[in-house]
């Protein structure tokens, strides 16, 4: 029998997570892949509300707008949005400093998925300044999301954790109306992803 590793989504595609193509999964099963999939290992201090990555890309696509002169192109947005969207065809995200030890097998399936990611949504490749200005976003929402939501506090964050981001005040989102850092239920996370993946993938958006 040949190795594979399939997963069936809600739309009844199957994929294998070992050998992946762009075409085994909908824009659908994607965000809802993200909205079950959440960051800090599901823990949180918001009862009964873990954090998605679906939010979290959300985020990350709202401080990196706000922090561009000019904004971003839709190109550019769609892959700030689509930056973790692996973790969604996995269901599992994992911490930076666990990933070494997970060795070099799941570097390649990850590697394997986002490939397969950024052919299915025609995403550009980083340059060295776009990809130093989205890992700086994405820090600061790890360091805001470790306290806000994780529980850590910022001095913990900063000597524990050895995130060296300043803290984030104001919620990237919070012109939503939703209570600041509050995690989503994930059907509104989902929801809420698609409707900006649909826009972003519009030719005429």
């Known amino acids: 029998m040949p190795d594979r590793a399939w997963v069936r989504l809600p739309s009844g595609r199957r994929l294998d997570l070992l050998s992946p193509t762009p075409f085994d999964w909908t824009d659908e099963d994607l ?3 993200l909205s079950r ?3 800090w290992g599901g823990h949180s201090i918001w009862p009964g509300a873990p954090l998605s990555v679906a939010q979290h890309s959300l985020s990350v696509l709202a401080l990196r707008r706000a922090r561009t002169k000019g904004g971003l192109t ?3 947005a769609r892959r700030e949005l ?7 065809l996995l269901g599992f995200d994992c ?4 990933k070494p030890f ?9 590697s394997r998925l986002q490939q397969a990611v ?3 949504y025609a995403l550009p490749a980083w340059t060295k300044d776009s990809k130093r200005a989205h890992k700086a976003c994405d820090i600061a929402l790890a360091a805001a999301e470790a306290v806000h939501v994780a529980g850590w506090t910022p001095e913990e964050v900063r000597f524990t954790l050895g995130i060296r981001a300043p803290l984030l005040a104001a919620d990237p989102l919070a012109a939503l109306g939703d209570r600041p850092w509050q995690p989503w239920p994930p059907e509104i996370a989902a929801e809420r992803f698609l409707a900006t993946l649909a826009r972003l993938s519009d030719p005429h958006g």
């Open 31 to 33: 965000a809802i892949g």
């Open 37 to 39: 999939t959440f960051r």
């Open 74 to 76: 839709q190109d550019e």
């Open 82 to 88: 689509l930056h973790d969207a692996e973790e969604g």
């Open 95 to 98: 911490i930076s400093p666990l």
């Open 102 to 110: 997970l060795g070099a097998a799941f570097a390649a399936l990850q």
């Open 118 to 120: 950024a052919l299915r």
